[in-house]
T-cell receptor, first 115, second 113 residues
Framework: DGGITQSPKYLFRKEGQNVTLSCEQN?????MYWYRQDPGQGLRLIYY???????QKGDIAEGYSVSREKKESFPLTVTSAQKNPTAFYLC??????????????FGPGTRLTVL | QKEVEQDPGPLSVPEGAIVSLNCTYS??????FMWYRQYSRKGPELLMY????GNKEDGRFTAQVDKSSKYISLFIRDSQPSDSATYLC?????????????FGTGTRLKVLA
């Protein structure tokens, strides 16, 4: 089955620790994204990558880091510099479709809680 | 003012009702409009997408875009309890190399059996 997988589903972290969230896709999509979702707020873009070995900061990149060494994988590291990391994290991927537009498809999400 | 405004709800309707979900936006450059459905603690699922103005129908769902009013709608006919979820609108300017979406905050829908 083609799709996007995220692991783990739930993650608990102590303050001061870095954690890495996994995102893998087998859709052969070029672009991948990380969003953060908080209650009462829309999805906010953290980082995105259009091709392997290249990525750009989104609206709220501070305290986060990413890598894109393989087309299928786009891991997100939440560092200790992120002041309020408790949130629901969503990974998405897309490919440029007919007409030049792209449509984003989402993974199941990882819920991160800082203790 | 946010670029995309969406009433958070909750919106409660009886089973079988026609549901209307809406978003307004301020950026006239938006040309690509999407609706996602998100069940509790799950990732958003793409329902429909439309380009520019007009209507698009898919089964019980109809997406409508009115660019002159900067207003988009999603209609759900014969609503079912399984439609109970949060509905997110998203939009993007169609420009080469731009991948960025702007999302609404979502409207929570409850369909009562």
């Amino acid at each position: 089955d083609g799709g996007i997988t995220q692991s783990p589903k739930y993650l608990f972290r102590k303050e001061g620790q870095n954690v890495t969230l996994s995102c893998e896709q087998n859709l052969n999509h070029d672009a991948m994204y990380w969003y953060r979702q908080d209650p009462g707020q829309g999805l906010r873009l953290i980082y995105y990558s259009q091709i392997v070995n290249d990525f750009q900061k989104g609206d709220i990149a501070e305290g986060y880091s990413v890598s894109r060494e393989k087309k299928e994988s786009f891991p997100l590291t939440v560092t200790s510099a992120q002041k309020n990391p408790t949130a629901f994290y969503l990974c998405a991927s897309s490919t440029r479709g007919r007409g030049g537009t792209d449509t984003q498809y989402f993974g199941p999400g990882t819920r991160l809680t800082v203790l | 003012q946010k670029e995309v405004e969406q009433d958070p709800g909750p919106l409660s309707v009886p089973e079988g009702a026609i549901v209307s979900l809406n978003c307004t936006y301020s950026n006239s450059a938006f040309q690509y409009f999407m609706w996602y459905r998100q069940y509790s603690r799950k990732g958003p699922e793409l329902l429909m997408y439309t380009y520019s103005s007009g209507n698009k129908e898919d089964g019980r769902f109809t997406a409508q875009v009115d660019k002159s009013s900067k207003y988009i709608s999603l209609f759900i006919r014969d609503s079912q309890p399984s439609d109970s979820a949060t509905y997110l609108c998203a939009m993007s300017p169609y420009t080469s190399g731009t991948y960025k979406y702007i999302f609404g905050t979502g409207t929570r829908l409850k369909v009562l059996a």
